[in-house]
């Protein structure tokens, strides 16, 4: 089994979308573990029918890689309100290597440069930090983080389509599991760049939310081709994407 980026709780969508009801409320990071890499077991790889679904599910996330830069976007805004520029650098240069990493493993032309050109956005405002001497502002940093995850949500929405041509056993899991982070990191980037989702927006992101859980909960689900969801989430994720662009073009003047 090929090593795929963490994922987070069904829950926490709930709790992430709910906090765009403050306008107050500042960013909060997504769960990260420390990376964990275990050998496969081919007893355990084999497709077999799901006896316990929560049981299934459970062992289906301790077995993926948890990998995920959401610790170090957090920790780098943290540094940056206490003034402590180069920490603030450190962080972001930490999580762009995360980002090139993924950009690796990416089979996607497209979704591999956007990868690769967010970790060289995040590099180049660390750079600016390091070095002080034109410190960019809170905002921009943000923006940068922003972008990151809406590349992130993209990788994952384009290695989830790889995976529903095989919907039984694990694949059903696997493409599962990057649907529901797909939502989690577009809703992240929303909230990165000031941008609260619209009421349609965070009804298909659950809707989003739901159908991977079934991908990963249900026996042989058959999914629906083409699946309304995941087409409107789709033109979201665009729509999303020119704005916080648009909004970095404006901070930039």
């Not at 709910?18 to 420390?34: G, L, R």
């Not at 450190?90 to 995360?98: D, F, G, T």
């Not at 493993?105 to 405002?125: F, G, H, P, Q």
């Not at 389509?161 to 039984?168: F, Q, R």
């Amino acid at each position: 089994m090929k090593k795929f980026l963490s994922f987070l709780s069904v829950a926490a969508l709930t709790t992430l979308i709910s906090s765009y009801s403050s306008a107050e409320d500042k960013p909060k990071a997504i769960a990260a573990k420390k990376p964990e890499v275990k050998a496969v077991d081919e007893k355990k790889t084999a497709v077999k029918p799901v006896e316990n679904k929560a049981a299934e599910k459970q062992e289906m996330v301790e077995e993926i890689i948890t990998f995920s830069p959401s610790d170090y976007f957090y920790h780098s805004r943290a540094f940056y309100e206490k003034q402590d520029m180069k920490a603030a650098a450190h962080e972001l240069e930490k999580a762009a290597s995360m980002l090139e990493i993924t950009a690796g493993w990416d089979k996607s032309k497209i979704t591999k440069e956007r990868l690769t050109e967010s970790a060289k956005d995040l590099r180049k405002v660390a750079v600016s930090l390091e070095k002080g001497d034109a410190t960019p502002s809170l905002k921009k940093l943000e923006e940068a983080i922003a972008r990151a995850h809406m590349s992130l949500s993209w990788h994952h929405f384009h290695a989830m389509g790889s995976t529903l041509n095989d919907l039984e056993g694990r694949e059903a899991n696997v493409a599962g599991h990057h649907l529901i982070t797909a939502g989690r990191y577009m809703a992240a980037a929303a909230k990165w760049a000031g941008r609260p989702l619209g009421t349609e927006t965070v009804e298909t992101v659950r809707s989003l939310d739901e159908l991977g859980d079934k991908l990963i909960t249900v026996h042989e689900y058959e999914i629906a081709k083409p699946e309304p969801s995941i087409e409107k989430f789709e033109k979201e994720l665009e729509k999303l994407g020119q704005e916080i662009e648009d909004g970095a073009k404006l901070t930039a003047r």
